[in-house]
């Protein structure tokens, strides 16, 4: 039980400080947002790189929030039955759709990405979007650490949940 402790909370730990450079990426696309407001419609000259930096750097705190997300309980849940259930029943419900859907779903995601992002980072990926063409590695990177950094925190949540399970206590 030690163990398991140990192992959740370092987990959330992780969770935690990617929620810390989340706070700053949202100060930064603040900032960005603003800037190209004030350059457009005060100055009367649109950045070239504002829209670029916008959808990477919203796109990079969206996946890295992901984990945090999870570990507050803040994803969707339809919980037309669920609320009526014992706590260990619940527990033996979310373990079990963990290992059909949630694993399954994320490690196929996170095998799928990393061919992907390593393609990028041969060819030197630049975005076609734009008029300066920015490189694109860096910011398909963050797709497989975000996916990873969700897995995780599943690791984390599935070993509450068979905690409860077993034990019929949390992890604290």
């Avoid at 969770?15 to 949202?26: F, H, P, Q, T």
């Avoid at 497989?144 to 070993?159: K, N, R, S, Y």
Wanted: glycine letters at 8%; a positive charge; charged letters at 15%.
């Amino acid at each position: 039980m030690k163990i398991i402790r140990g192992i959740v909370r370092s987990i959330d730990a992780i969770s935690e400080a990617s929620a810390k450079i989340i706070i700053w990426l949202v100060m930064v696309l603040t900032a960005v947002i603003g800037y190209e407001i004030f350059s457009r419609y005060v100055l009367n000259q649109p950045t070239k790189w504002s829209f670029d930096l916008s959808y990477m750097i919203g796109g990079t705190f969206f996946l890295l929030g992901e984990a945090w997300t999870l570990k507050n309980k803040h994803h969707v849940r339809i919980d037309i039955l669920y609320n009526r259930f014992s706590r260990k029943t619940k527990a033996w419900i979310d373990a079990t759709l963990y290992l059909v859907f949630f694993f399954p779903l994320w490690g196929g995601l996170l095998y799928a990405l990393i061919p992907y992002v390593a393609f990028s980072w041969e060819i030197g990926e630049r975005s076609m979007q734009g008029y300066w063409q920015p490189i694109l590695y860096p910011f398909k990177t963050m797709m497989p650490i975000g996916v990873g950094l969700l897995l995780l925190q599943g690791i984390a949540e599935f070993l509450r949940n068979i905690v409860i399970v077993c034990n019929g206590g949390e992890i604290q």
